[in-house]
């Protein structure tokens, strides 16, 4: 591949596509699939060759539209007016026919799903600019979108240096969760010794109500890619591992894909863009254990062992798979780094708060109207977050927490409602960024239940390395089991906010150091729902069933 | 998941003369797609776990001495491997794999409802296989399917947005052959 073949791609797919005058997107990531979308599609494209319409309208499958609670989502575009299209929801087969009549006219009344409405309108879209919009299926449409223009960019005009620098400026932080500084990790990494080094995408999401890195790469897996090729090209990698969840059949089948079609053009492989640059891309398929998600413990499972931590330093940075430096970033992560070199560092540092730069992609689930995919700018206020994309609480019922950052986070209260979502407030009131999943809950949910629930969580994905984890996990969820069944005690309580303070401290993983937090934070902000379960024998949100007779008081 | 402390003792022994479970295709695949991407061997354990997985529906004892032995591995260490991974079964499953998601978003929604209708449905309890071989039910962690919750994997097609009677519907269309039911798009490891 040569820049010149790079935009002679870019051109003819312009081109190709300019001849359509109207193209309709189909959603086909796994939300809208699973209601048979893809029936849809099938329907639209027979319809379509029924009239004749090929040449001038054009169906095609594209990622993730967001708003997955109202599938399959269906996008009609005219070419030459991107800005007045169509979003048609709840779409069956038998929809197809009206929709392509209405072409040319007024779009069909009763599918319409406004798009100026605040889920649409508030979002700020970098790491998802392209879901929705290209088939994830063809390289050609990602290129055309100037894919891989950043990768050119970078072998072709910049030293490995100086684009650690502009990662490093433009204030990147690591999206899994901890939010380590992205450019830091990366010169650590090219510092490293050795001339092996590798570099792997983090993509065993496993956190409770966190879909984003999946949607990612089932909407646009050449981002991911292009991004782990220019941080190979940064650190000095040339082999790259991308480990995904097996849970995730249609995000690894859309990799394999777009790996097979980077490889084919030249832009995986050896000597990309034709200077002395190798890196290649291969899947590693995880086998469903939480804790690979913590690096060490994924580092040993791509060597082939049981998935379990290792005490660090060395960080991977300096030690990682098989005692090479190795570079571990987040599939969001990897997915921010191709417009951070192609828009500069400065247009990254624009946005967001003066610490969390850039924007944040969230899972919306749980009690919310609009539940789906979002990607907000850092620093945006949860209130908008839940009631102006979220669309609010359905069914008339009150807010009680937001829940962030799985089983490592915490429950957030409606009276921090209006603190902004960046790491350091999310840390301030004891929760965590997380790799982004945000279940709502209404007052229904105790709150009790919930830190059982997550503590349930923690100790079946323990991986019994640790005694702390092990063993800690396991008594905190006895005694969380006996408080909501009714039999706990205070002296309970007291020895549940001990094992807290041990987890916390002694634990050798994330896993076990964060598994209290889900507690601590219920326990600061709903003590009195703990107390009613211990004293008064009842569950305020009446969905534990206590066994124990009620006290009368 | 981990550490299990199962009695093998009733375990079958290796046979002599049967044919290998690990077989010269696989041995081939593994030995030219994987072997040139790692630096060791035993790297490439976890993939070959996932083939005979996926050849047999399950990895039997002799197929995990086979294993350790292509790659110069002890059984003991291949079976320390596999055992702590859930998505490993080392005793035999039933045709369809139901696995119910039991995390809050689908708990919210009634993933529990779900998963006790099942299993009245179908006379099992979570983690066993009914008499005639065909149905095994599992609970597991998050799917990323919390959007349109609650979901269950059967297989390797998602369920979204379950109902009861969505349960029964799809339960009962479910063919003999489960080979017919899996998903064709998908290109397994």
Not at chain 1, 336 to 341: E, F, K
Request: proline share 6%; with cysteine; hydrophobic share 35%.
């Amino acid at each position: 591949m040569t820049p010149e073949e790079l935009s002679k791609i870019a051109t003819i797919e312009q081109e190709e596509q300019q001849q359509h005058k109207h193209v309709i997107q189909v959603c086909v990531a796994a939300g809208c699939l699973s209601s048979h979308s893809d029936q849809v599609k099938d329907a639209l494209d027979k319809e379509v060759s029924k009239r004749g319409l090929e040449n001038t309208c054009h169906v095609k499958g594209v990622g993730c539209l967001g708003l997955c609670a109202a599938g399959p989502l269906v996008r009609v575009q005219p070419t030459a007016k991107p800005d007045a299209a169509v979003m048609y929801q709840a779409v069956t087969a038998n929809d197809a026919a009206d929709i392509v009549s209405s072409l040319e006219g007024p779009p069909v009344k009763r599918l319409v799903c406004p798009t100026n409405v605040p889920f649409f309108t508030r979002q700020k879209k970098i790491v998802l600019e392209n879901s929705g919009i290209i088939d994830p299926d063809r390289i050609e449409e990602y290129i055309a979108v100037n894919g891989y223009a950043g990768l050119l960019q970078v072998v072709s005009t910049m030293r490995p240096s100086e684009v650690i620098d502009e990662v490093m400026r433009s204030g990147l932080r690591g999206r899994g969760g901890a939010g380590f500084s992205t450019g830091l990790k990366w010169s650590t990494v090219a510092k490293g010794r050795g001339s092996t080094k590798y570099v792997i995408c983090n993509a065993d999401e496993g956190d409770p109500g966190a879909f984003m890195d999946r949607s990612v790469l089932e909407s646009d897996p050449h981002r991911v890619l292009e991004g782990m090729a220019i941080a190979a090209y940064a650190v000095g990698a040339s082999q790259g591992y991308i480990y995904v969840r097996a849970e995730y059949p249609l995000a690894v089948k859309r990799l394999k894909a777009a790996i097979r079609q980077a490889e084919r053009a030249g832009l995986l492989g050896n000597n990309i863009f034709g200077i002395t640059f190798n890196f290649s891309i291969d899947i590693r398929l995880g086998a469903g254990a939480f804790v690979c998600g913590e690096e060490t413990a994924l580092i040993a499972s791509i060597e082939g062992k049981r998935g379990t931590p290792r005490p660090r330093p060395p960080y991977p940075a300096e030690s990682g798979l098989w005692g090479c430096p190795t570079l571990i970033n987040n599939v969001e992560t990897f997915a921010n780094v191709p417009p951070i070199i192609r828009n500069g560092s400065a247009w990254f540092a624009g946005i967001g708060t003066e610490k969390s730069k850039g924007t944040k992609v969230f899972a919306l689930a749980g009690r919310v109207t609009n539940t789906g995919l979002i990607e907000v700018p850092m620093g945006i206020p949860l209130r908008e977050i839940v009631y102006d994309i979220g669309g609010g609480i359905p069914d008339g019922k009150k807010l009680k927490a937001v829940q962030t950052g799985g089983p490592s986070g915490g429950c957030i209260p409606e009276q921090h409602l209006d603190m902004p979502v960046d790491y350091e407030s999310l840390a301030k009131v004891g929760s965590i960024m997380g790799s982004g999943g945000m279940i709502i809950m209404d007052d229904t949910s105790c709150m009790v239940d919930v830190a059982k629930f997550f503590m349930e969580f923690c100790r079946s994905e323990s991986c019994g390395k640790c005694v702390p984890c092990r063993v800690g996990t396991a008594q905190m969820h006895d005694l969380l089991c006996r408080i909501t069944d009714g039999s706990g005690t205070a002296d309970d309580l007291t020895l549940l906010i001990e094992l807290c303070d041990v987890l916390r401290a002694t634990s050798l993983c994330g896993l076990g150091q964060t598994a209290p937090n889900p507690v601590l934070t219920t326990l600061q902000f709903f003590k009195h729902e703990y107390d009613a379960h211990i004293q008064k024998k009842t569950c305020p949100a009446g969905s534990c069933t206590i066994h124990a007779p009620a006290e009368v008081i | 998941m981990a550490w299990p402390a199962e009695d093998r003792r009733a375990t079958a022994v290796p046979k002599d003369g049967e044919p290998p479970l690990l077989t010269d295709e696989m041995k081939k695949e593994l030995t030219e797609k994987y072997f040139p991407r790692y630096p060791t061997r035993r790297a490439v354990l976890l993939p070959a776990l996932h083939m005979l997985q996926h050849h047999h529906g399950w990895i039997p004892m002799r197929a995990l001495a086979e294993v350790g032995e292509f790659l110069g591995i002890s059984p003991a260490e291949v079976l320390d491997t596999a055992s702590f991974y859930e998505e490993y079964w080392l005793k035999p499953k039933g045709k369809y794999l139901i696995q119910v998601c039991r995390s809050l978003a689908c708990e919210i929604y009634g993933s529990k409802r779900v998963t006790e209708q099942i299993k009245k449905k179908l006379n099992v309890e979570c983690g066993e296989t009914t008499r005639d071989g065909k149905f095994t039910l599992v609970e597991l962690e998050c799917l990323g399917s919390c959007g349109t919750a609650p979901a269950m994997l059967i297989n390797d097609v998602l369920f979204e947005d379950l109902t009861p009677q969505k349960i029964n519907q799809v339960l009962d269309g479910l063919p003999e052959d489960a080979h017919k039911f899996r998903d064709p798009t998908v290109d397994w490891q």
